[in-house]
Structure formats: structure tokens, C-alpha cells
């Protein structure tokens, strides 16, 4: 029939090439098949991996809030019947697979993924200058590192995908274990520390130090109780004196201050641009969402305290924490997130020393004290921390304090084994099975596999 | 050869066309004999113009004039005239040696003798093996709408017409015997005087609104032809016809063909209605005080689930001291004087407030006529018709020009068909927190006065405060919203036919569709924004798309007739083509409001354009055989190659066959004198729908950019589809059995028809593993579907002055999903929320609802501790059924199916009779089994007392004692007991029967109005959508928020209601 078509085509003189005819390539969206070709292609893949931190599933929005915050014992959420109580589930320990505030996360953080992995996989096969190269995969390791560090704290074993897949084959994955998870973001941490420079050109402010790699590879080994290693390289971070604590908290958060020198690693947004905005961080029209027992926690003279006051923009009912605070425009505002910054650092350093072995007085009191007395809250004297369990007492109030509204508080709580005791505190009674989420059920499903793929125990 | 292709696509085919036009002189034929006479209706005894007086075997004839005479020179060889005069029997004299020749004509009571187009070509009734659907030009006019699709509403069986939305200008939604696809759309292939027309210009230029992630409803892309100007609306229904529109036709073709001028004495036409549209139907919403009501009692509620020892009477003091920091337990103070039950306070009807009396006006002139070698058509429209929401309309500017040239061998046409539509938008479909002005009006409290005591628009409603929802004013978003959409479209198309033997034809034609839209938005800062106080930043958008698509055809045509074998063939060749390029500017911070385009905006927040292209390139034949009238035999194929099919997939093969047999035809038939017509028809045939994404099978990169250093951009991209380079159309296979049955001279008629159609390779969205870096991929897979059961019925008679008609419709259509792709055991979906779910999966119907089922309402705590509930329930609260039977509630697995928007059967009928010069119609149409998900409830009846409530709630439960009709979740502004869940609670049945038309026309008596020189006038009354029976809670039963998303339909979340119209009108000629 093709050839009868063509002998009609050629005979009246209309078309001679069907092949020009027929495929058109689109022209207005680059197509895969002809990008990753050069140094701009693969400068363009590093910069969307960033971008993809930036979405409402992640920093820009509620929904990781929800998964590290809500779920813990700083805020709650207020409004039960938005939604149909979508958030609210969440918040109470009531969410199943299928809320799909799990799926957006997981999506988003193996969509990170995706990107860090296509880009690697095409890397040394582009001509380009081998330092700049170097620098791209250290920025893309440790970008994939902090997405699979989400992934294994909120999931525990997760697929570890460290290549680009097709969806074909992406169908036999199976659940690694913890272990493997945290190996494979250990190797990228470690790499990405000797690819990374120190520091960057005014213009390129933003991307990743190897002061953020280190920082987050301590936090890494911080959490699976591998304390002299964190020790090891939280000190090369503190020691580096590439950063300092800002005078006061409230610096810290000064949309005027931006990327300023306490901060390691932050996602960055801008209100210049409308697309690279977000939505007030922690807004509601209902009322408070801040847990009374961590106001009640600071003391007279601490100024975080302030940090957790409510604002409202102008003519607005919604009201949000001092500590994100900016006056929108349309609604959005531009305000940077902390992934990882200073105060965090030194209390790590702090955290880890005195795991390795309790000291009355040392580095671990030093650091925490700074960061008490930087927020004008008295100093410890040795003798009010006079052993171990007390210090690693302090050093966790003390985050809790200094972190709030940060994404840190879930993990904190699960990985010093104190989320129940924490939960309890406010009324909600949890079991062991709920510190680990529910892989969303469309997942589960797809895979279709009980024994590679199995859902979280208890969900 | 690359040459002249290129020089082809510039527009050299019509050169070619316009030369060949010029190229062959007429033909003219020797006469001899003058023959003179005239033609007379049998039934009103007048005279007839314009019937055709052919020469039989010869190209000579002659065209009746005002008075029916004809006069003619009759070839030396001529022995026989043929009268014919559509809608009327066709009579053959012979002449005998006769000068003059009197005939009386016959209203043609048989449907047998129609012409049917079928595409590339036509065919008469009696001869259809085929499942194909027609109406005239008679059985369209009179009905005040701006579409012809419209009309179709219950007309035909097999082929549902809805209107999801009474917005002007606003998408139909036509589906032929069900829904086969699941994402590749569902519209059928129309196709205007043979150039099929693509229906990518649905979604005019891009439908929402700034920062807006809900779709408004489609414009119709067919609002731009005139109804007036429609001869006939053809549809195919079984593949088996449309397979000759290949990888098109599986969701059915609809023809359309518009009027020819007809030879004679040049007649102009005026036809006009005027009339006034208002809502068919509007929601029954609490006033003023009883809202109150409810208001204190939710708020009531909520306070003492937190403090249970809290009293009503507790003022605002002591409520803020017993529950800290919870605003949604405060009496706001506006409400307080309505409690105390002050008389005369604000109590704004907000329906009333946004809709009106709207008038529509429709203005035709045509002039038609020509000799028997050339004829012409040309019309001019102006319409304009007001929306029922304020600051709604529509206005059309339409011109048309047809016309035929026979020149001895060569015949050449030209049809052009400018359009200027103008469309006054309002947002009407969008949920209130999404700026839709019929949400909010229904949404927001009826304490607030539209305007303030200065005339100013009042805007208390937002930031009110007291955890009260923020409403923006509706009527003043209708009124400072700017929002105007001109569409300019030329559609046209020429061809040159040459008779290059007795039997033999060639034909080329050249078609052309181009569209310009043109958009522009403003939004001034008088406006609030949601949420917040004062003035707010302007949005001024400015959007434009321009699409031109060309087709070319060629076509050989051969007919014979050897004894009693009747054959014809078609083959052909036809290659098309359509480009798009799109704009889009978005700005803001203007100076102020004064200067309104997008060039006055001191930033610009975001820009694109956006550039495609399709091609298409087939080749088709066409056999068509039959014996003696009794036995018929067809086949065709088609063969269509396309830009959007994958790599690997480039060309399909839609192939068909279709028999009959005229039993009455056969001798042993003869004796049952009753039976004038009884035929068997069957039919198979794959057809395809290539309504896939131009660029489905290669996987795009999609911009998403960062910011590094300060404020600059630094742009990025990443992979945002996969590729599919398998990627092909869907196939629908399907068979069709009819029977058509005539009974005393066609009196009575009957068609019915059985069919099974399966859709396969389905383009569906996969869910893949998230790990691959995509959520979804577009693959070809699965099955889908549909079979029913059409009847059509029609009696009529006719004496001399009494004449009447009645036809019915039934149709039942079932659609099933067979299977779905290996590791897809389902497709859920949301909706308007994402605890919304629809269900796909085998053994169901496409897009079925999903949710939990409540069971009333938990009477005390004994009912809560006996039965699963979710964990804050308190009496007052929905019962939900375990119905997994676990122990406990669970949203993600306590849901079952609930319905489906597909209705079980629909049906229509239409009456119509004349006495003297009355005529008089009426069509009603109906549909049942329908479920609407009414997820306005979500807030409307919602019991919060937060957003204003339907009347229902009144059945609300208040207490043990006063437990409503205990169906009815209790009143809390903090709700418990997931009563928001979406559930059957949220459902309503979308069964109804409407009274679609009534017309009362009376035509003056010729002699009368000939003393003023007129040939015909006719005055009629009529009235659209008098009457709707239905128990559906909201505006419209056919209301459908996604039209065009097969996966979740049937949701009402606000939406444009219908009119009720009353038109006088008038058909004038001359």
C-alpha cells in the first residue's frame, strides 16, 4: 500500500519525499535524542537537578513540611477539615499508602535522582575541561546523596538507582537495604568533597561547597551512629573557618541576607522571577500551628522565640512564622530554604563528640554554648551537663530550639530513638512501625512484587 | 521532485486548479425543439420554482421560474424529460412529440430516495449498507443556538450530544455510540464540504486563567459556521463507514454540507430571530438569617468538641479564654444581629445578582441561484447573543460563498466561509477559591450587599477573619474582569472535477482551514486579591494562535451500470497538513488601569511561545457493487501515514466491508403488499483515532530553571517525557447489523441497528516506576468496549392539508474496559481534589466513580462504639461502611464503585405538523442512569456554616432528638468525622427528560405577500428548553467539568447553566 501511495504521490506530482513529510521534529522543546551533546547541554542538566529541590513536593512547599515537621512535635496542622483532612492524617499518624502527599515526595526525591543520574551517565562522554567536569558530578552527587538521604529516613530500604533506566527496566527494581543506601550516598558525599571547590564566583553563589558536602556526610554518619567518622569530618567543616554564625537568629533569616556565610547549603528562590517564588512557608488563616510546649521551651532572653512569633502580611487573615517571614507579592515571596547551615553543624560536632566520649569541658561544650549565647540564651556552665546522657539531653533540646521549622525535628527524634517519648508528650500514641512512612501505594502496585518490593511493615 | 513539492505547499494547487478552471471551453449543445410548461405542487396546487427540467441522457435542462414555467430546446435525439425538486418525487415524461408538458410534482414521503453523502462520495438510502445518521436543513432550523451540534441534542440515535456548560460560545460534547478511547480523545472527525477539520482549535488559546490549574470548558470550534447555511448533517456511525476517514474515524465522522445555490431566478432570503434567554434552573440557597443559623451552630459545635462544658451563650471573651488561639469557635460579630433576628438586614440574593435576562439576535441575508451550469450560494450572519451571566457573550460575523461551474466535461467549485466570532468570557466554570464567579456567588454569605453604601463594590466577605473562608465579590470579578477572545477563521475549499470517460472522473480539491485567536485579559487592581485587603497588583495576559491547515485531494471516480449490476469505485489520494504557533505574555505592575495591554505592564512575569505541526499523507479506495437493488456490496481501505506515529509504527491499515439485502426486493416478498421495504444490513471495519500528541514518541526536555548568585536565572533543563518510538493510533475493530423495515409506502419506518465495537491499542498514560524519573508513559495498550443497541422510528402522514411526522430515538450504549496494560490492574484518578477518585479497570466502565459509602449520619456515641468510624467521628457524623470488613475506616481501601456519567440509555423525539399554513414542533429528549458527582456539595452542603448552604441542609442533624432526616451530617466549622471525604454523599443522579423545542410557525398565504413582491414568509414563535424534569441538585444534568478527559468525568464543580429561550423570528424571501 506504501508503494502504491508513492507511485499515486509521484505520478501527480505532489510529494516526493515522505520521509520529509512525515517527520516532523518538535520545534519548540529540545527532544533527548540530540541533547547532552555538549558542555551548555550538560551545564543546563546540572542547574534543572537544583531546580528540582526548589518544587512544592520538596522546599518549595508544604507537602516535606508535612513528612518532617507537621508529623513531629513543633506544629501541628489546624485546619482538619481542608483537604478532607489530607495534611491533617498525616500530622495525626491517620495516613495510609494511599495519601498522596507520600507519593509527591517519593516522586519528587527519585525524580532528583533521575537527573543527577542522567546527566553522570552522559558526562564523560562530552568534550569538555576536566575540572569543570569534575565539579559538575560533585555538584550532582551530592544532590542525589541528599535525595537518597531523605529517601532511607523516611522509607528506610529504598530502591537504589544510581544509573539512568529505562522504564522497562526500572519495572525489576527491588528495595536495597539500609546498608546499601547508605554507602552509596557515603561514595557520592566522599567524592563530591574532593570535586567541590571551596567556594564560587559572586554569580554562581548557590551551588554546592565542599564545605556542604562534608557537612552533609557528617550528618550522614552522624545518623547511623558512626560517630568518630563524624567527628572526623564535622571537625574539618568547623575548622575550615569558611563559616560563622551570624550575630543574632534573626540575621540568619533576613531575606536582605541571603546565602550568607552561616549558610552551607541552601535551596534558593527569588522573587524576581515568578516561576523561581514560593508560597509562604507554614501559612495558615485558622490560627496558631506552632506546638505551646516548644514556645514555652526558650527562655526570657533566647531571641529564637521571636523567630516563632506570627506575622501577617498586609491585609491578609494568613499568618506565618517570623522566621520565613517576607512581605509577599501576588501572594509569593522569594525566601531562601536552609538545607544545611552552621548552628547545625556545630551542634552535630557538638552531638558527635560527646557520643565518642563525654567531656566536662571541651569542643562540645564550646560549640553548643556558642550557639546558645549567639541567641542570647544563657551559657551552660559544665556542671549543669555533668554527664553524658545530660549533655546528649542538652544538645538535642538545644536543636530543637535552634532548628524549628527547619525539616529537621522528624529525623532527630527518630534517629535518637526518642519520636515516641516525643509524640506521647502531646497526646499521640505511635508505634514503632509508623518511624518508617508507607511506600504510596501506587508504587507498591506497580511493582507487584511482595517479596523485592514489599510495603512498609504495618501499613 | 523536492521542488515541486515545495512549490506545492505554497499554494500551487490552487494555481493549478484556477488554470485548469480556464483551460477547457464549454460545450454546448445543438437544439432543435422549443418545449414549454409548467410545475405544480400536487398538495398546495401552486406553482413550483426551481425545479430542475433535465434532458434525459444529455447535459441540457432548464430550472422553473417565479410562475413554474420552464421553457427548453430539445436536442434532436431527446425522448424523455426528468422533473426533480428536492423533497420530491422525481417524475420522467416522455415527450412524444409534445410542446407543452404539465407536471404535477409529489412530496416524496419516502426517506428511500435521499441522498446521503458518505464521504468521498454518495449514495442513496435504499442502497446504505452502513450505519449513517442524517437531518436536513429542514429538521435544523428554528432552534436558537449558535451551533449546529447543539441541534443535534436527542435527533439521532447512537449519537449523544451534550452541553456541559450554557456558556456562549462554549464546547459541545458529541459522542458517538460511547466513549472508546481513554486519553486520546473522543470527539468524532468533523468534516465541512469534505475537508475534515481538526479539532486541536478546541482548546482556542489555552483555556486558563493566570496562576489557574483548572481548565475552563473548551470553546466550540464549530460556533464559527452558520447554521443557516448547513444543507445536511451526515453521520457515520460504524467503522465500517467511517473507515474511509482511516486513522480518524473511529469516534465517528460527522459531514456537513452546506447549501448549493440551486438554478433559477435569483432568490434572496432574510431570516432573523430575536429573543431572551434566561436560567433554565438555579440552586435553592438558604437566606440571610437561616445561614446565620447554622453559622452560630457550627461554631457552637466546634467550641465544645473542645471545651465540652461550653454554652451557646458564651460571648467571644469567655469562648477565646476556654480555647485559646481558635478563631473558627468566635460568633463573628456581622452575624449576631441576624441571630437576635433584626428585621431588614442585607440578605443579597447572589444568583440574582450575577445572572440576568440576556437577549440573542440572529440576522441571515442569502442570496442563492444560477443557470443549470453555473449556481451560487452567499450568505451574510450577524449574531449576537448575551450570556445569562452577566458580562458574558457572544457575537458572530459570518460570510459564505458557494458556488458550481459546469463547463461541457469540466466542473469546478468553490466554497469560502469567513468567520469573526468574539467572545465576552467570565469565569464561569472554576471553583470560587479559583475566581469562578457562579462558585462564588454560590459560595459566598448572603449577609454581604454587592455594593457598599458609596456605590463601591463591597469586599467584606474577604479577609473577614474568624477562620470565615475568603470570597472575593462575584459580581464585581464578572464586571472588572477583562476577558475577550476573537476568533477569525477562513475555511474554504475549491475543486476541479473533468469527466475524463462516459464513466470515469477525476477530481481535485484543495482545502484550507486557518484560525487566528486572539486573547487578552486584564484583571485592574481595583480588584482584591483572595485573602488580602486593598488593592492588588494587576495581571494583564495577552495570548495569540495562529494554525493553518491545507489538505489536497485526488480523486478518481468511476460509476457503471451494466444490466442490472450497479457499480462504482473511488480511489484516492490525499496528503494534509496544520502548523500552530503560539504566544503568551503575562505582566504585571501597571501604572494603573487605564492603559490595559500587555505593553502598559512594567514587568513581565512570564512568556512563551510555543510552535507544532502535524502531517498526515493516505491513499484510499472504495468498491461499491449491488444487483438489481437487491443484494449491495462495499469495501474500502485506507492507508494513513502521520508525523505523530512513533518510528516503528509510521503507517495503518483501516480496511472495511459492509453487505445488504433488500429482501422486499425478491420476488416471494411481493405478496405481503404492506411491506414496502425490508433490508438486512452487516458491516465490519477497523477505523483509528490519531488524536495523540504531535510529539507522543520522543521524549522532550522541559525548562526548569534555578537561581544562583543573586537574583539571576540560570536556566536548566531536564527530560520531561520518555520516548515511545512504538508509538502508533488506537484501532477500533467494530461490526454492525441493522435492519431497515418500511411498512405502507414507507409510512411507518424503522431502523435498528445492533454494534460491537473494541478499541485497542489504547493510548494510555502508564504508570511506571518512579524510580525511572517519570510517574507515567505514554504507551499503546489495553482494550476497550462498546456495544449497543439504536432504534429509529419514524411514522408519518400527509393528506392535502394536513400533514404530520413523529420520529423517536432510543439508543443503549455499554461500555466496558477489557483490559488495561500488564502491571496496570487499574487506573485511579483524581479529580477536583485528591481524595476525589475515578476508577478504570477491566470489566468496568471507563472513568467509573470510586469512593467510600456513607450510610447516614452516627446518631449518638452508642451508634459511633458499635460500628468502624474514623477516629474524631461524633454523633452527627457521616457512617461510613467498612466494606472490606477489616474493623476500621480506611479511605484508601473502603471505597467501591459508584455509578459511572455514562447514561444507561438515552432517547429523543421530535413531532411535527402543518395544517394550511401552521406548522408546529416540538422535540423533547431525554437520558437516564447518569450519576454527576456534585462536588460543589464539598462546600455548599458542606453544613460548616462557613460558605453559603443549598436548602437540604435545613435535614442537617442538630441533636439526638432532632436528628433531620438523618442523612445529613450535623453543623462544625471544624468538621470531624471526615464528613468533607468525597463520597456517594457527594452523588446525585443525572437522569432527565427535557422538552428541547416548541415551535409555532405560520406561513402567509402566497398570494398575499406576493402583491408585495415576496415569495414566502413565515412567522414563527418558539421556545428552547421550556421544560427540564430532574431531580440533579445543581444547574445542568449534563454538566461535565473535563470534557475532554475520558478518565474523570461528570464532575460538577460550578458550572454555566443552560437557558430557557423564547424567540419570535421571521423567514423572509424573495
Redesign the interface.
Known amino acids: 500500500m506504501k508503494k502504491i501511495v508513492f507511485v499515486l504521490a509521484a505520478f501527480l506530482g505532489l510529494s516526493a519525499c515522505e520521509k520529509d513529510f512525515l517527520e516532523l521534529a518538535p520545534e519548540s522543546q529540545p527532544n533527548v535524542n540530540d541533547f547532552y551533546k555538549n558542555a551548555g547541554d550538560i551545564l543546563n542538566g546540572v542547574n534543572a537537578a537544583y531546580a528540582s529541590l526548589q518544587t512544592g513536593s520538596l522546599y518549595g512547599g508544604r507537602d516535606f513540611q508535612d513528612l518532617t515537621e507537621y508529623r513531629a512535635d513543633n506544629v501541628f496542622d489546624n485546619d482538619p477539615s481542608a483537604n478532607s483532612g489530607l495534611r491533617y492524617n498525616v500530622d495525626r499518624f491517620l495516613a495510609g499508602s494511599e495519601n498522596t502527599i507520600f507519593e509527591s515526595v517519593w516522586r519528587r526525591l527519585y525524580l532528583t535522582v533521575y537527573r543527577c543520574n542522567i546527566v553522570l551517565d552522559r558526562i564523560d562522554g562530552v568534550e569538555m575541561d576536566a575540572a569543570l567536569r569534575n565539579r559538575y558530578k560533585g555538584e550532582l552527587q551530592f544532590i542525589r546523596a541528599l535525595a537518597y538521604f531523605h529517601l532511607v529516613q523516611l522509607w528506610g530500604p529504598v530502591p537504589l538507582v544510581l544509573k539512568d533506566q529505562t522504564t522497562e527496566a526500572s519495572r525489576s527494581n527491588v528495595r536495597n537495604t539500609v546498608a546499601e543506601v547508605y554507602a552509596a550516598l557515603e561514595s557520592d558525599l566522599k567524592a563530591a568533597a574532593t570535586n567541590l571547590p571551596k567556594s564560587y564566583a559572586a554569580a554562581d553563589l548557590g551551588r554546592v561547597t565542599s564545605g556542604a558536602a562534608k557537612g552533609l556526610l557528617g550528618k550522614v554518619y552522624l545518623t547511623q551512629k558512626k560517630y568518630p567518622d563524624a567527628v572526623t569530618t564535622l571537625r574539618e567543616v568547623v575548622t575550615s573557618g569558611d563559616f560563622t554564625l551570624m550575630a543574632t537568629p534573626a540575621l540568619v533569616f533576613d531575606p536582605k541576607n541571603e546565602y550568607n556565610k552561616e549558610i552551607l547549603f541552601a535551596v534558593r528562590f527569588s522573587l524576581a522571577n515568578a516561576s523561581e517564588s514560593h508560597g509562604l512557608y507554614y501559612s495558615s488563616q485558622i490560627g496558631d500551628f506552632v506546638e505551646p510546649s516548644l514556645r514555652n521551651l526558650y527562655g526570657a532572653t533566647d531571641q529564637r522565640k521571636a523567630l516563632l512569633d506570627l506575622r501577617k502580611p498586609t491585609g491578609t487573615q494568613n499568618q506565618t512564622a517570623v522566621k520565613f517571614f517576607e512581605e509577599p507579592t501576588n501572594n509569593v515571596v522569594g525566601t531562601d530554604f536552609p538545607v544545611l547551615r552552621y548552628a547545625d553543624v556545630l551542634l552535630m560536632y557538638a552531638e558527635a563528640l560527646n557520643e565518642v566520649g563525654y567531656q566536662a569541658t571541651g569542643d562540645a561544650l564550646t560549640n553548643l554554648n556558642a550557639v546558645r549565647t549567639r541567641a542570647g540564651a544563657p551559657a551552660y556552665a559544665s556542671a549543669e551537663l555533668p554527664n553524658q546522657a545530660a549533655f546528649r539531653d542538652a544538645v538535642l533540646l538545644e536543636r530543637r530550639l535552634e532548628l524549628p521549622l527547619e525539616l529537621h525535628r522528624w529525623y532527630d527524634l527518630v534517629r535518637t530513638g526518642r519520636a515516641k517519648d516525643a509524640l506521647k508528650a502531646i497526646g499521640l500514641t505511635i508505634q514503632d512501625f509508623q518511624l518508617l512512612f508507607p511506600i504510596p501505594n501506587s508504587q507498591v502496585q506497580i511493582y507487584n512484587n511482595p517479596t523485592g518490593f514489599p510495603q512498609n511493615q504495618g501499613y | 521532485?523536492?521542488l515541486?513539492?515545495h512549490a506545492?505547499r505554497r499554494g500551487g494547487a490552487s494555481i493549478c486548479l484556477f488554470l485548469a478552471l480556464f483551460l477547457f471551453p464549454g460545450i454546448s449543445s445543438y437544439a432543435q425543439q422549443t418545449i414549454r410548461g409548467t410545475v405544480t405542487d400536487e398538495a398546495t396546487q401552486t406553482p413550483m420554482i426551481g425545479v430542475s427540467v433535465l434532458v434525459k441522457g444529455a447535459s441540457v435542462g432548464a430550472v422553473t421560474d417565479l410562475d413554474g414555467n420552464f421553457d427548453l430546446m430539445l436536442p434532436k435525439d431527446a425522448t424523455t424529460l426528468v422533473f426533480s425538486f428536492v423533497g420530491y418525487e422525481t417524475v420522467e415524461e416522455t415527450v412524444a412529440g409534445r410542446t407543452i408538458i404539465n407536471v404535477v410534482l409529489r412530496e416524496n414521503v419516502s426517506q428511500l430516495d435521499e441522498v446521503v453523502v458518505i464521504g468521498y462520495g454518495q449514495q442513496q438510502k435504499k442502497d446504505l449498507t452502513t450505519a449513517v445518521a442524517t437531518l436536513s436543513a429542514k429538521e435544523i432550523r428554528d432552534v436558537p443556538v449558535n451551533s449546529f451540534d447543539q441541534i443535534l441534542t436527542g435527533k439521532m440515535a447512537g449519537v449523544l450530544v451534550q452541553q456541559p456548560s450554557g456558556s456562549p460560545g462554549a464546547g459541545v460534547s458529541v459522542r458517538v455510540r460511547g466513549v472508546g478511547s481513554i486519553t486520546a480523545g473522543n470527539d468524532p472527525l468533523y468534516v465541512i464540504d469534505g475537508v475534515p477539520v481538526s479539532a486541536d482549535n478546541n482548546r482556542g488559546v489555552g483555556s486558563n486563567n493566570p496562576g489557574s490549574s483548572y481548565a475552563e470548558q473548551p470553546v466550540n470550534v464549530l460556533s464559527t459556521l452558520n447554521p443557516a447555511d448547513i444543507e445536511s448533517i451526515q453521520v457515520l456511525k460504524d467503522a465500517s463507514a467511517a473507515a474511509i476517514y482511516g486513522s480518524r474515524g473511529s469516534n465517528g465522522v460527522v459531514l456537513i454540507t452546506t447549501k448549493k445555490g440551486k438554478a433559477g431566478k435569483a432568490v434572496v432570503s432574510y431570516n432573523t430571530y430575536v429573543g431572551m434567554q434566561e436560567t433554565l434552573k438555579r440552586y435553592d440557597m438558604l437566606n440571610a438569617y437561616e445561614w446565620s443559623q447554622i453559622n452560630f451552630e457550627g461554631r457552637n459545635n466546634a467550641y465544645r468538641d473542645r471545651f465540652p462544658a461550653g454554652k451557646d451563650s458564651d460571648d467571644n471573651t469567655v469562648r477565646a479564654k476556654n480555647v485559646a488561639?481558635?478563631?473558627?469557635i468566635l460568633i463573628p460579630p456581622q452575624v449576631q444581629p441576624y441571630l437576635s433576628g433584626t428585621a431588614g438586614l442585607t440578605n443579597t440574593d447572589w444568583q440574582d445578582e450575577i445572572f440576568r435576562q440576556a437577549p440573542i439576535q440572529d440576522h441571515v441575508v442569502s442570496v442563492s441561484g444560477g443557470t443549470e451550469n453555473f449556481r451560487y450560494y452567499a450568505s451574510g450572519e450577524y449574531m449576537d447573543q448575551q450570556g445569562v451571566v452577566i458580562s458574558s457573550g457572544f457575537k458572530r460575523y459570518n460570510g459564505r460563498f458557494n458556488m458550481d461551474l459546469q463547463s461541457g466535461k469540466l466542473k469546478v467549485g468553490l466554497n469560502i466561509n469567513p468567520t469573526l466570532t468574539q467572545h465576552d468570557l467570565v469565569n464561569s466554570e472554576g471553583p470560587w477559591f479559583d475566581e469562578g464567579v457562579i462558585g462564588l456567588a454560590l459560595s459566598i454569605s448572603p449577609i454581604w450587599p454587592v455594593y457598599n453604601a458609596d456605590g463601591t463594590y463591597n469586599y467584606d466577605a474577604n479577609?473577614?477573619?474568624f477562620?470565615m473562608t475568603?470570597f472575593l465579590n462575584p459580581v464585581a470579578l464578572a464586571n472588572q474582569v477583562e476577558d475577550n477572545m476573537d476568533q477569525l477563521r477562513l475555511l474554504g475549499n475549491a475543486y476541479a472535477e473533468y469527466s475524463i470517460l462516459k464513466n470515469l472522473s477525476y477530481r481535485l480539491s484543495f482545502g484550507t482551514d486557518i484560525n487566528n485567536f486572539n486573547r487578552q485579559f486584564y484583571r485592574p487592581s481595583t480588584l482584591e486579591?483572595r485573602?488580602?485587603?486593598?488593592a492588588?497588583?494587576p495581571?494583564g495576559t495577552s495570548r495569540t494562535r495562529f494554525s493553518s491547515n491545507w489538505l489536497?485531494e485526488?480523486l478518481l471516480n468511476y460509476n457503471t451500470v451494466v444490466g442490472k449490476h450497479n457499480l462504482s469505485a473511488v480511489a484516492g489520494?490525499s496528503?494534509q497538513?496544520e502548523n500552530f504557533f503560539s504566544n503568551y505574555i503575562e505582566g504585571?505592575n501597571y501604572p494603573n488601569d487605564l492603559v490595559q495591554t500587555i505593553n502598559a505592564a512594567g514587568q513581565i512575569?512570564?512568556a512563551s511561545?510555543?510552535?507544532?505541526?502535524?502531517?498526515l499523507?493516505?491513499?484510499l479506495g472504495r468498491v461499491q457493487y449491488s444487483y438489481n437493488d437487491k443484494y449491495y456490496f462495499s469495501a474500502a481501505?485506507r492507508?494513513d501515514?502521520?508525523?505523530r506515529f512513533g518510528a516503528n509504527n509510521?503507517?495503518g491499515?483501516f480496511p472495511s466491508a459492509s453487505a445488504g439485502w433488500r429482501i422486499s426486493g425478491e420476488p416471494f416478498m411481493q405478496s405481503l403488499e404492506f411491506l414496502s421495504n425490508l433490508k438486512l444490513r452487516a458491516s465490519y471495519g477497523v477505523t483509528g483515532n490519531f488524536q495523540i500528541p504531535?510529539?507522543g514518541s520522543?521524549?522532550?526536555?522541559?525548562f526548569?530553571?534555578?537561581?544562583?548568585?543573586?537574583?539571576?536565572?540560570?536556566?536548566?533543563?531536564?527530560?520531561s517525557t520518555?520516548?515511545n518510538p512504538d508509538l502508533s493510533w488506537e484501532k477500533t475493530k467494530s461490526i454492525d447489523v441493522g435492519i431497515d423495515l418500511g411498512l405502507f409506502e414507507d409510512a411507518l419506518y424503522i431502523e435498528l441497528d445492533y454494534y460491537k465495537e473494541n478499541t485497542t491499542d489504547l493510548l494510555l498514560n502508564v504508570?511506571?516506576?518512579?524510580?525511572?524519573?517519570?510517574?507515567t508513559?505514554l504507551r499503546n495498550i489495553g482494550e476497550v468496549e462498546n456495544k449497543g443497541f439504536e432504534a429509529t422510528m419514524t411514522v408519518q402522514k400527509r393528506t392535502k392539508a394536513f400533514g404530520w411526522s413523529f420520529t423517536a430515538n432510543f439508543s443503549a450504549n455499554q461500555n466496558k474496559v477489557i483490559s488495561l496494560a500488564e502491571?496496570?490492574?487499574q487506573i485511579?484518578t483524581?479529580g477536583g481534589?485528591?481524595?476525589t477518585l475515578w476508577i478504570t479497570k477491566p470489566g468496568e466502565e471507563i472513568g467509573s466513580y470510586y469512593s467510600p459509602d456513607y450510610d447516614g449520619v452516627f446518631n449518638n456515641q452508642a451508634e459511633i462504639d458499635a460500628y468502624p468510624h474514623?477516629?474524631?467521628a461524633k454523633p452527627g457524623d457521616f457512617r461510613f461502611l467498612d466494606l472490606n470488613g477489616d474493623g476500621k475506616i480506611?479511605?484508601?481501601?473502603d471505597r467501591q464503585i459508584q455509578g459511572s456519567y455514562f447514561p444507561d440509555f438515552t432517547y429523543g423525539a421530535t413531532l411535527n405538523m402543518d395544517y394550511k399554513g401552521f406548522d408546529f414542533s416540538a422535540s423533547m429528549q431525554g437520558s437516564d442512569g447518569a450519576e454527576i458527582l456534585h462536588l460543589m456539595s464539598r462546600y455548599i452542603y458542606?453544613i460548616?456554616g462557613n460558605m453559603n448552604l443549598v436548602r437540604p441542609s435545613l435535614n442537617r442533624w442538630i441533636s439526638e432528638s432532632q436528628p433531620g432526616n438523618g442523612q445529613t451530617n450535623r453543623a462544625n466549622r471544624?468538621?470531624?468525622g471526615?464528613?468533607?471525604?468525597?463520597s456517594n454523599w457527594h452523588m446525585d443522579d443525572g437522569s432527565y427528560m427535557r422538552i428541547r423545542n416548541i415551535t409555532l410557525g405560520y406561513t402567509f398565504p402566497r398570494l398575499l405577500v406576493q402583491r408585495a413582491k415576496i415569495s414566502n414568509l413565515r412567522a414563527y414563535v418558539s421556545v428552547l428548553n421550556p421544560f427540564l424534569f430532574t431531580d440533579y441538585i445543581g444547574y445542568n444534568p449534563e454538566v461535565n467539568s473535563r470534557p475532554d478527559n475520558a478518565l474523570n468525568p461528570g464532575e460538577d464543580y460550578g458550572s454555566y447553566p443552560l437557558a430557557r429561550t423564547y424567540t419570535f423570528g421571521l423567514n423572509l424571501s424573495f
Do not use: C, H
Open positions: 521532485m523536492k515541486s513539492a506545492f488561639n481558635q478563631p473558627g479577609a473577614w477573619g477562620a475568603d486579591t485573602g488580602r485587603k486593598g492588588s497588583a495581571i489536497v485526488n489520494f496528503s497538513k504585571t512575569t512570564s511561545s510555543f510552535k507544532e505541526a502535524w502531517s499523507l493516505s491513499a481501505v492507508a501515514g502521520s508525523s509510521k503507517w491499515y504531535n510529539y520522543v521524549g522532550l526536555l522541559s526548569d530553571d534555578y537561581i544562583l548568585g543573586g537574583t539571576a536565572l540560570s536556566s536548566g533543563l531536564a527530560p520518555s520516548s504508570p511506571v516506576p518512579m524510580t525511572s524519573g517519570f510517574n508513559e502491571g496496570v490492574p485511579l483524581a481534589t485528591g481524595v474514623v477516629a474524631n480506611d479511605f484508601a481501601s458542606n460548616e471544624l468538621a470531624t471526615s464528613n468533607g471525604q468525597t
